[in-house]
């Protein structure tokens, strides 16, 4: 954990009143400021929503924003699982597709995209992101846009949904959603934010109050510091490209090609057969993998490999692919 984080959680821990659903105007500022600094997005604080952990945003994202039974929310054809079980919750239809920009007028209130993409690691273009925006703002669709990895570029530099280049300067219609979980390492923490919008914010804030999603004041002044500070993150992303380094070629040599995987903390890896039957050929050799399978139908003859690990770890799993 970095210090910085925990000094300003311990000093934030006599917190008996409620929190604000809002967040602190310093943690909104922090957020806002982070954007501007790192990903060139220009927005006002006032636009920026606090989230428990990024994960239950993406899960209730579809009932928040009203979406109806049997209308459709699209996401990408291998996704992390929860745009699919967000849309079921919602009693909406899920409907995995990467063909997006050929589907025909029909009114679609929710599209996701998620770059760089778990579990590939594949990163989309602002060329490709921009048609996704004009797409939708023709027909009055939302396009929420998971950036939770935009800081692990490594052969490439992911965009935001909200850069200019992509939306004209305009963030109608627009929410990008942001994790510390990568970046400052605070899965434990909840800490994640949305931004965008300013009228989908206020939507979704005033929601979001009635059900009691608040994020605890601690954690907030938690965030307000990671964000603040870029030391730390470095330092994190510095870990991820050595154990990625070593991981990705020990791989390639066992047998195992590495698609996309150009950021993320994943590699995207085939050896030709069925995913389960490489999940089993690597924990023979103690090395634990997800099936690709679990991503989507598309998967099927992928694993993904993480590289969350600890050194030791990933050093381990070297050793055993030699």
Known sequence: MPAVVRQALADASDSPGYPLTYGTERLRSAAAGWLRRRHGVLLDQANVLPLIGSKEFVAWLPTLLGVRPGERVIFPELAYPTYDVGARLAHAEPYATDGLLALGPERVPLVWVNSP??????????????????????RGAVVASDECYIELGWEERPVSILHPDVCGGSHEGLIAVHSL????????????????????????????????????????????????????????????????????PALESAGWKIEHSTAGLYLWASDGTGCWEQVRALAGRGILVAPGDFYGRAGERHVRIAVTASDERISAAVRRLQ
């Open 117 to 138: 993409s778990n579990p590939t690691g594949k990163v989309l273009p602002a060329e490709h992101l921009r048609k996704v925006v004009a797409w939708a703002r023709e």
């Open 181 to 248: 979980s990568k970046r400052s390492n605070l899965a434990g923490y909840r800490a994640g934010f949305a931004a965008g919008d300013p009228a989908l914010i206020a939507r979704l804030l005033e929601v979001r109050k009635h059900a009691g999603m608040i994020m605890p004041a601690p954690v907030q002044a938690a965030m307000t510091a990671a964000l603040d500070d870029d030391e730390h993150a470095e330092e994190q992303r510095s870990r991820y490209a050595a154990r990625r380094a070593a991981l990705r």
